[in-house]
């Protein structure tokens, strides 16, 4: 099991950048693939970015592709989303999700094992 909790959440106008981050501890944080997903209230929680243990390839959801940047620092067991051009759309709870090393990434929330208690991000118009 891996046990995570996410931080820099907060309030921003749109436009702004936060940076999430997501510190890990437990199973070896390197040999998992890492994700962020996020839930709007009222809406189901939807896959956000994805980063593979090694190699740092990297998926996104077309929603974010362009504005968002998912990377890793596995010396630190932590994963980071930079969030940019941010949208009161983009409000929402983000959660850090740890799942099996696989070659492909998981865009799923059945595809994650371990996930952390969330953040909530507000962005306002």
């Known amino acids: 099991q891996v046990r995570l909790v996410e931080s820099g959440g907060g309030l921003v106008q749109a436009g702004g950048s936060l940076r999430l981050s997501c510190g890990a501890s437990g199973r070896t944080f390197s040999n998992s693939n890492m994700a962020w997903f996020r839930q709007a209230p009222g809406k189901e929680r939807e896959f956000v970015a994805a980063?593979?243990?090694?190699?740092?390839?990297?998926y996104y959801a077309d929603s974010v592709k362009g504005r968002f940047t998912i990377s890793r620092d596995n010396a630190a067991n932590t994963v980071y989303l930079q969030m940019n051009s941010l949208k009161p759309e983009d409000t929402a709870v983000y959660y850090c999700?740890?799942?099996?090393?696989?070659?492909?990434?998981?865009?799923?929330?059945?595809?994650?094992?371990?996930w952390g208690q969330g953040t909530q991000v507000t962005v306002s118009s």
């Open positions: 980063i593979r243990r090694i190699g740092g390839s990297t």
């Open positions: 999700a740890a799942g099996p090393a696989r070659v492909r990434l998981g865009v799923r929330t059945d595809e994650y094992v371990d």
